[in-house]
């Protein structure tokens, strides 16, 4: 298995400007995380989908973050507009249903974004 | 006050030394505990999972989970340079969706 599939890798872009991150879960995995990484906050978890549908979206900074997940296999992030404060490392994830088997998690390699 | 507290390190040790790295948190409800292993520039991956209190062994690791305290351990018996990394923890409850991390403790094992 290729394992969740993130891109871009990195990202550097100017204040204002529009940012999609996109995300490949895991074939066969039925919920999808976005989480934010800084050294500041550690990981945050942005929102979460469940069979494509947003569940939570409380971790959602402001209405300049927008997420979805039109099929199974693709999800997106968007910030619009970016500002420099979004600088961080934003990963995705999925999860197999099989959680209480000991299957958890499984994080893409995520994508470094600098807002300049 | 954060859900989960952990010290952000970083922690330095020689090569061979015995590693014990430390969650608290404040919410009841986690059932579900967890650690992470994150090498520069990638993402986490699991390394020990847990459900309610006790032991668990892997090979060099063991955690350790005392809700009585709300305090998890990870301990790291011949501790290798290859083990530098930093170390989440995690948890949750009966809602798994909801995985809260510690900001990870930064291990850095010296030849």
């Known amino acids: 298995d290729a394992g969740v599939i993130q891109s871009p890798r990195h990202e550097v872009t100017e204040m204002g400007q529009e940012v999609t991150l996109r995300c490949k879960p895991i074939?066969?995995?039925?919920?999808l995380f976005w989480y934010r990484q800084t050294m500041m906050r550690g990981l945050e978890l942005l929102i979460y989908f469940n069979n494509n549908v947003p569940i939570d979206d409380s971790g959602m900074p402001e209405d300049r973050f927008s997420a979805k997940m039109p099929n199974a296999s693709f999800s997106t992030l968007k910030i619009q507009p970016s500002e420099p404060r979004d600088s961080a490392v934003y990963f995705c994830?999925?999860?197999?249903?099989?959680?209480?088997?000991?299957?958890?998690?499984?994080f893409g390699e995520g994508s470094w974004l600098t807002v300049v | 006050q954060k859900e989960v507290e952990q010290d952000p390190g970083p922690l330095s040790v020689p090569e061979g030394a015995i590693v014990s790295l430390n969650c608290t948190y404040s919410?009841?409800?986690?059932?579900?505990f967890m650690w992470y292993r994150q090498y520069s520039r990638k993402g986490p991956e699991l390394l020990m999972y847990?459900?309610?209190?006790g032991n668990k062994e892997d090979g060099r690791f063991t955690a350790q989970v005392d809700k009585s305290s709300k305090y998890i351990s990870l301990f790291i018996r011949d501790s290798q340079p290859s083990d530098s990394a930093t170390y989440l923890c995690?948890?949750?409850?009966?809602?798994?969706?909801?995985?809260?991390f510690g900001t990870g403790t930064r291990l850095l094992v010296s030849p």
């Open positions: 994830a999925s999860i197999s249903p099989a959680v209480l088997s000991g299957n958890t998690i499984y």
């Open positions: 847990t459900y309610s209190s």
């Open positions: 074939s066969g995995h039925n919920s």
């Open positions: 995690a948890m949750t409850g009966t809602g798994f969706q909801k995985l809260v």
């Open positions: 919410n009841s409800a986690f059932q579900y």
